[in-house]
């Protein structure tokens, strides 16, 4: 199994429990994720932290943290919770950008580890905690990515350091007395090849020649999974022995050969896991389209309108329509949000659609429900989780008007 797919008759007895639109996962696969990041690499001193931006419910988080993994955290938000699912502060990584005073203070009180992103903020460090452990986020100039909004490396990013400044890092990091704990780096988001990523490792292994005494370079996170049924899946066995290879040649040379090797997959844990269901209520066709109207608006799901996305679609028959099949019909699937762009989508070859069918949309585990909103004042659904024996469990109740009304 590599999606999760559920039956028709499941989809319909979960959504009468809970209402629709519904996210829901599956146990099974999340751990299967997290076992097959673990078996990247065989060098011991490897660790996965899973990019809790990706999905940050905490009944998931738990089920990460069981199977071994570290965290990630990029917003006292994020940390609040993956403290509450029980990871450690040794556990969790703080890779910041751009964050106040205060948010620092809140994570150095906390002994949490935090890299830093800017010459600015590595100075703010040094004034808070002077003689602290901190690590430095570098740009190599490899960057990466399915969307030019989520490539964050190369020459065309807000984010990191450029590795040509790391004299003046030295030159902070001496003033203020600061152990450079590790060097990290997050090249974009979603790559299916192995060659961006090795590169960006070879890059920041080189990078890290520079700074003797380190205890770990982190090569970030971004692992691919092929939303299109054309694309061929991430090769990580191919990826693991590529990697392996430079990280011996770079072991061979740097002097800390105990160095720990860290990534940061989000996606990857997360995405496939993921199943949203909802309803059609509506349908039309106007000036030759068919428009097939549901409650998956892009407060529910944005991938679509924000960067194009794709997402698998599944048409599952509700018995009341009694049995009638129809040949495969190009549709465009929207949502009931009041603008023109609410697609989910376009232009889709599927089989006849009624109202009362259910939608359901592959692979949104990851970036589906942390990226939902409260626009038109709609509310965010229901998380319900499959464990492995296939029992379901309400893992975020839906939001209700109350919820709207509470900051007033
Ligand atoms: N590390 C850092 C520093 C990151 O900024 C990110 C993602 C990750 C790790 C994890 O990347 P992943 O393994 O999930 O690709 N909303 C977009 C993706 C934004 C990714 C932001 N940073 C989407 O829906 O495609």
Redesign the pocket.
Known sequence: MEKFRISSDRAFELLDKYGSPLYVYSEEIIRRRCREMKGLLTYRNFRVHY?A??NTNLELLKIIREEGLDV?A?SPGELIIEEKAGFAPEQIFY?SNNISPEEMKFVIERGILLSVDSLSQLELYGRLNPGGRVAVRFNTGVGAG??EK?N?GGEKTKFAIQAEAAPQVKEVLDRYGLKLAGINQ?IG??FLDVDSYITGARKLFQLAMEFPGLDFVDL????GIPYHPLEERLDLVQLGRELEKVLQEFLAEYENPELTVMI?????IVAEAGLLLGKCHAIKENYGTKYIGTDLGFNVLM?PVL?G?YHEVEVLKNPANGGKKGGLEKVNIVGNICESGDILAKNRELPLIEEGDVVAVLDVG??GYV?ASNYNCRLRPAEVLLDREGRDRLIRRRETLDDLLRHF
């Open positions: 990019s931006k990706a990630d990029m890779v399915h969307h989520v964050t997050h988001s979603l970030g996170g971004g692992f940061e997959p989000g996606r990857y991938r960067y996305s990851a970036y990226m």
